[in-house]
């Protein structure tokens, strides 16, 4: 059985230049789902790349944009920027860690467009995921 869990809401702004391209916040109200997760990842692979594929490729297969932040339990946030993103259709992937570095929790979105100049909001909900 998969736990749903913490909604990842992502801000998505494209921007030429090495202008700052993607941000992500946890919700705090849902945070304590995944009480031991210390690190997140947020990721963008290739617009043809699938979700199952993603998450069956494992947590070490990077995508072409990367950034993991460290998830502060205290105040319930992450943040995190991703430089040099440039205008298309990506999969948006969310992998959780704890703090041995293993991946416990998992979410993703196909088909996400960024247009440059442009800011878009997505959510995603996080799930259980075992090794």
């Not at 945070?31 to 490729?57: H, K, Q, V, W």
Request: glycine content about 14%; overall charge negative.
């Amino acid at each position: 059985m998969r736990r749903l869990g913490a909604l990842a809401l992502l801000a998505l702004v494209a921007c030429g230049g090495g202008e700052p391209g993607l941000g992500l916040s946890i919700d705090a109200t849902s945070r304590g789902l995944f009480p031991n997760m210390t690190t997140a990842r947020i990721s963008l692979y290739p617009g043809d790349a699938s979700c199952l594929g993603i998450e069956l490729s494992s947590a070490a297969t990077l995508g072409l944009h990367n950034q993991t932040m460290s998830v502060n339990a205290a105040d319930d946030a992450a943040t995190g920027v991703l430089f040099d993103l440039r205008a298309g259709t990506y999969a948006l992937a969310v992998w959780g860690f704890d703090a041995g570095g293993v991946p416990i929790a998992f979410g993703c979105l196909e088909g996400v467009e960024i247009v440059n100049g442009e800011q878009t909001e997505e959510t995603i909900v996080l799930g259980s995921h075992t090794p």
